[in-house]
């Protein structure tokens, strides 16, 4: 069945012709009539046909887009969870594979754990020269623009997880990177479940030791969750949109406070009742001048850095 003739059936219809022809070897047309069924409606069914279809036509990072859409249906079972980790191990994004290896079930770690290191072994093998250039480039992160860092920041997501660590605790005490980068490298540490101490230099210029595994990601923080729940607040008063763009900015300045956010927060109320006077150019309200210099030091640093 070609492509135009699958244009005017239905999702089930194309779903049931995408199995016949995957059941005779017909991945071309069956990856046809996945594509127009995904279109209709974005079901995992679908997902998982797609992310198989493609790998098998070795269209790996295509497969990849699609299988991150719906990433959380191939974490529920073992054989799916294989064939996601697989798929990212191929395109080399080892610290993802880190990252999924966390939540996974205990009893299926150990299998998985020597999955990883062996297609990093494999790339370190066939790849020397390239990650000997990834890694030189992280650890000099701070030599180029906030646009190079997060180019460079990308590529070192394909980096073994070994390299990684030693860049980034460089990277957590260069004085001339910006905090955001900093920070994203700090978070990345927690995501990867880091249980050896590092030294980071914080908000306020001072290195501080943490353990990125005993960390806390900013959205179960309490202090951000009690400033995003007062801002929610004023909703009726402007407008969902505006609350939305503001949770955004407040993400954003706070990350940079990352991990001590009651660093520059003592009053949720007071803060976010400052933030939204300062955006509307109203009267301040009454606060600590301590938090008020600390919300006004980090929208400034944030302007710099977006700038």
Not at 191 to 200: A, K
Not at 203 to 211: D, F, G, I, K
Not at 262 to 282: C, M, Q, R, Y
Not at 298 to 303: D, E, G, R
């Amino acid at each position: 069945m070609t492509a135009e003739s699958n244009q005017d059936l239905s999702y089930d219809a194309l779903v049931t012709r995408a199995k016949e022809a995957i059941n005779n070897n017909m991945l071309d047309q069956a990856l046809d009539s996945l594509i127009l069924a995904y279109q209709i409606e974005q079901t995992i069914v679908v997902n998982h046909l797609l992310v198989t279809v493609l790998i098998a036509q070795n269209q790996y990072q295509e497969a990849q887009m699609y299988a991150d859409e719906c990433l959380d249906s191939y974490l529920k079972n073992q054989q799916d969870a294989q064939m996601y980790l697989e798929l990212i191990l191929h395109n080399h994004y080892f610290l993802n594979a880190w990252e999924i290896l966390v939540g996974l079930p205990k009893e299926w770690q150990n299998y998985f754990l020597a999955m990883i290191e062996k297609a990093e072994n494999d790339y370190r093998s066939a790849q020397a020269q390239t990650i000997k250039t990834v890694a030189r480039h992280f650890y000099h992160l701070s030599d180029g623009n906030l646009a190079d860092q997060q180019k460079r920041l990308l590529a070192a997501n394909k980096l073994p997880r070994d390299e990684y660590v030693v860049g980034a605790k460089f990277i957590l005490q260069d004085p001339f990177l910006t905090q955001m980068s900093r920070v994203s490298v700090l978070d990345q540490l927690r995501r990867l479940n880091i249980t050896e101490s590092v030294q980071f230099i914080n908000l306020t210029a001072e290195v501080v030791t943490v353990v990125p595994a005993e960390l806390q990601d900013i959205f179960s923080d309490k202090i951000y969750q009690e400033v995003i729940s007062v801002l929610k607040g004023y909703e009726k008063e402007l407008g969902s949109d505006m609350i939305h763009g503001l949770s955004e900015q407040i993400q954003l300045l706070l990350m940079l406070a990352y991990p001590d956010l009651a660093l520059v927060i003592e009053d949720a109320t007071s803060w976010v009742k400052g933030l939204i006077a300062e955006t509307f150019s109203l009267p301040l309200p009454l606060e600590s001048e301590n938090q008020a210099f600390w919300r006004q030091k980090l929208q400034k640093n944030l302007i710099n850095i977006l700038n």
